[in-house]
């Protein structure tokens, strides 16, 4: 019944019930070697090659902006690995928000780069944007079905809920795309990627690519 | 032909343009929303009574009533997983004696569920649904958390806030 494979585990939190199948495993566990590389690499000085010019530019990190950066690269991984167990539609949009928020910091809190803030700046009110549609999109589905939690959805005839769903199913992909920045909304993400350093830019994008393919999940388990 | 399509990626490459086009496609999305009528689930998960019916019935505690005597029997909460969540209901019918004394005094005891300390404790927002409130207030801290050092970084300046560590 489940779309993504045997459930191994689930956490009961009340009604919202984390669950671990198959292939949330397998995502989970990449997410949390992604969490690894961070913390055990050391890079203190950031270096970047202008292929139009012939030069090196090397920037010393300070200390405090590396403990920021790896406040919110945590907390992004933290939220991914929510967004990869969750059992409730609502509690998944949530987690994204989250993600969402500390992907902004991430590229915001580069020192000494004004394009770089206003990526963030543009990004962050991508996110604010998105957050209409996303928890509109779950609001739709608990009217249109009367329940949120993923294990009643899954065992849900196909065509219940109608239009309501449907369109529900419409908002929460546009919602995903908007706070993951997928799409053709990856683009300035990728152009604020060089400006961070590479740890921090893997975290960035292997969290919404995970996100975007538990998205995936999860639309295949909503009737 | 590639040449305009790279030309239109380039267009939605630059950042501030990024925000025009999203929004563009959700004005799209909602024009699509607008000409369907939308069929509501009259079982819902999360019930509530009618609108002013509490209030009509001069209840103090209205719109949040959910019944219970304290220490008796529970109010009723409804949840999806009865069996993940035996005590449900007693924290709902509990009122600190300073509620009582309000609830007793004024109409609008259940409005004031901010104003005061130990109003009513709502159980769908702290037990059945608590990791949602959780999620809720930490998205706002990490908000917080960026904002903040963004702008002491603008303000007092990369060397004085190293400075400041040592």
């Not at chain 1, 984390?18 to 990449?30: D, E, G, H, K, R």
């Not at chain 1, 920037?59 to 950066?69: A, H, S, T």
């Not at chain 2, 960026?146 to 002491?152: C, K, L, N």
Request: with cysteine; proline share 6%; hydrophobic share 45%.
């Amino acid at each position: 019944m489940y779309p993504s494979g045997q459930i191994l585990y689930y956490i009961p939190l009340g009604d919202i019930v984390p669950y671990i199948s198959t292939i949330n495993a397998v995502i989970l566990a990449l997410l949390l070697a992604v969490l690894a590389l961070p913390i055990f690499s050391n890079t203190d000085i950031y270096v970047e090659v202008d292929h139009k010019i012939p030069r090196i530019k090397a920037k010393i990190v300070m200390p405090r902006e590396d403990k920021i950066k790896a406040a919110l690269a945590l907390g992004s991984t933290m939220a991914a690995a929510g967004v990869v167990t969750t059992g409730d539609v609502f509690n998944f949009t949530l987690f994204l928000s989250l993600l969402g928020i500390c992907n902004m910091g991430l590229i915001g809190t580069t020192v000494g780069d004004e394009f770089a803030l206003e990526c963030a700046f543009n990004y962050g009110l991508m996110c604010l944007i998105a957050g209409l549609p996303l928890f509109g999109g779950a609001a739709l589905i608990l009217a249109g079905t009367g329940t949120l939690s993923l294990h009643q959805l899954m065992h849900m005839p196909p065509g219940a809920g109608g239009w309501a769903m449907e369109y529900g199913k419409i908002l929460l992909t546009a919602g995903v795309v908007g706070e993951a920045g997928v799409g053709p909304f990856y683009a300035v993400k990728v152009d604020s990627f060089r400006r961070i350093w590479g740890r921090y830019a893997f975290v960035i994008h292997l969290t919404t690519l995970l996100t975007f393919s538990r998205y995936l999940e999860i639309l295949a388990s909503l009737p | 032909m590639i040449e305009r399509i790279s030309r239109a990626y380039n267009a939605i490459r630059r950042p501030d343009s990024m925000v025009s086009a999203f929004c563009l496609m959700m004005v799209i999305i909602s024009a699509i929303g607008l000409f369907h009528h939308y069929n509501y689930d009259r079982k819902q998960l999360y019930p509530r009574p009618a609108p002013q019916e509490q209030m009509k019935a001069g209840d103090p505690l209205a719109p949040y009533d959910r019944g219970g005597v304290p220490l008796k029997h529970p109010g009723i909460v409804v949840s999806q997983y009865p069996r993940f969540e035996p005590v449900r209901g007693w924290i709902t019918s509990y009122l600190t004696p300073f509620t009582r004394w309000l609830a007793k005094h004024s109409k609008h005891c259940g409005t004031t569920i901010v104003s005061h300390p130990g109003g009513i404790l709502d159980e769908i927002l702290y037990y059945t649904r608590g990791l949602d409130t959780i999620l809720e207030s930490s998205i706002m801290f990490a908000a917080f958390v960026v904002f903040s050092w963004i702008v002491r970084m603008k303000t007092i300046g990369e060397d004085n806030m190293e400075r400041e560590r040592e």
